[in-house]
Antibody, heavy 125, light 106 residues
């Protein structure tokens, strides 16, 4: 069965960086994209970006592309999301999710069929 | 970027009611649209993809329709477990969510 297990809650000061991890199991890690979605308190879902675990290529949403970096470690089937220059507005639950796949050299977009449990990041002085 | 607009933002309904939520895309996305259900403190759950295909295990009272720029999610007979927030998502270009529709108990 597919599982995405995220790292725990973090409290950071404004200006700091945070690194959230997402460990995948139960499927071929390199065949499916992993995405990051955040949800501020009481707000909707905001897509941040995605990484192709096979080659490590990334696509970021315009709102985040200057401050976010997504990486992966194929040896541990883990994806990482680093967000820099944190501000109070970055206080949110951050989710990883599986969606999209590559086959025979072609990649296909897809919705998100499995999600991590979420990681709360609190930015406060 | 493709923008997604849902309506209404909230709706109040009773158990047994037929409920319809609309999602509009700022440009044509063919049928590359998904619907999610989210309950407080939980991750979203995929209900429908490719506009009308029910994800495995999702009750048949949920249905989706539409193509191009206009889409609907219908719950044919609202059940107590269905009170939640629903999001549409396009996956034609990059990925974008609608702002959500909260379904409240009347």
């Amino acid at each position: 069965q597919v599982h995405l297990v995220q790292s725990g809650a973090e409290v950071k000061k404004p200006g700091a960086s945070v690194n959230v991890s997402c460990k995948a199991s139960g499927y071929n890690f390199t065949s499916y994209y992993i995405h990051w979605v955040r949800q501020a308190p009481g707000q909707g879902l905001d897509w941040m970006g995605t990484i192709n675990p096979a080659g490590g290529s990334t696509k970021y949403a315009q709102n985040f592309q200057d401050r976010v970096t997504m990486t992966r470690d194929r040896s541990t089937s883990t994806v990482y999301m680093e967000l820099r220059s944190l501000r109070s507005a970055d206080t949110a639950v951050y989710y990883c999710a599986k969606g999209g796949f590559c086959s025979g050299g072609t990649c296909y977009s897809a919705p998100f069929d499995y999600w991590g449990q979420g990681s709360l990041v609190t930015v406060s002085s | 970027d493709i923008q997604m607009t849902q309506s209404p933002s909230t709706l109040s309904a009773s158990v047994g009611d037929r409920v319809t939520i609309t999602c509009r895309a700022s440009q044509s996305i063919s049928r590359w649209l998904a619907w999610y259900q989210q309950k407080p403190g939980k991750a979203p759950k995929l209900l429908i993809y490719k506009a009308s295909t029910l994800e495995s295990g999702v009750p048949s009272r949920f249905s989706g329709s539409g193509s191009g720029t206009e889409f609907t999610l219908t719950i044919s007979s609202l059940q107590p477990d269905d009170f939640a927030t629903y999001y549409c998502q396009q996956y034609d270009g990059l990925w974008t969510f609608g702002q959500g529709t909260k379904v409240l108990i009347k």
